[in-house]
């Protein structure tokens, strides 16, 4: 591996398809970015919402690349490489089998739009819950301003815990599985959010049983950078 990618500025634990999916196509054109490539797509046309604002509104999940958090984004201690990451997460991966998850539905999650498995869920919540225990001690604790940035916005004493302890808040109890789809539609008409969500229904519920067979690894190389897609690990058990 490329030595500029061994020291990233963040690297994060994720659930991603497979580039060769058509979950990963789908995701990455609603997006208009393809975080293992970094091809461009041109963002489908939704009535009432011009494409100024559709960019807008999936700017910051298209930074990110499609997927579902598992452990989110952090930087390495000091003395570890990617590879360490790497090396413990294939360790992780030979315990763990491969699974299906829940049909995937369209929903709002807090303020944005999101997919979210329809049913019993536990097999990805442990999946996420086994890569922020295990990749903790690879992770650098969060300067102070990362801390007051994260408490600007209300937590409960049991979701501050969990920042501090792991170093976000909706990890463990708190989590739930999603793949972003936009960020907070706060600044949208009920049309133009329904016309969002009947948008991104036509996209992805046709789409078959989406299998998780492998954790992805991304990174941010430069601080504010894209996150790209570095390598997946298959599960193994």
């Not at 011009?50 to 700017?59: E, I, K, P, Q, Y």
């Not at 930087?75 to 991966?93: I, N």
């Not at 302890?165 to 708190?174: D, I």
Request: charged share 20%.
């Amino acid at each position: 591996m490329a030595n500029d990618m061994q020291q990233p500025h963040r690297v994060a634990v994720y659930f991603a398809p497979r580039p060769q999916s058509v979950w990963w196509q789908a995701g990455s054109q609603w997006l208009g970015r393809c975080a293992a490539t970094g091809a461009a797509f041109e963002l489908r046309e939704v009535p009432g919402v011009s494409t100024d604002l559709l960019r807008d509104l999936t700017a910051e999940p298209r930074r990110y690349g499609f997927h579902a958090t598992l452990k989110p984004p952090f930087r390495l201690q000091q003395g570890q490489k990617l590879d360490d990451v790497l090396q413990e997460l294939h360790r992780l991966c030979g315990g763990i089998a491969p699974f299906t998850l829940p049909p995937l539905r369209v929903a709002m999650l807090g303020d944005f739009l999101a997919l979210r498995p329809e049913g019993d869920n536990r097999r990805a919540d442990d999946l996420a819950a086994r890569c922020v225990t295990s990749l903790q001690p690879l992770a650098a604790p969060l300067y102070a301003d990362e801390l007051a940035r994260r408490r600007r916005q209300p937590l409960t004493p049991e979701q501050d815990g969990l920042l501090q302890r792991w170093g976000y808040p909706w990890v463990l109890q708190q989590f739930r599985f999603h793949l972003s789809l936009t960020s907070s539609l706060k600044a949208c008409s009920e049309a133009q959010r329904a016309a969002l969500v009947h948008a991104a229904e036509a996209v992805f519920h046709p789409l078959p049983a989406c299998s998780v067979d492998s954790i992805a690894v991304f990174v941010e190389p430069r601080p504010g950078a894209d996150f790209v897609l570095a390598d997946h690990q298959a599960l193994r058990a």
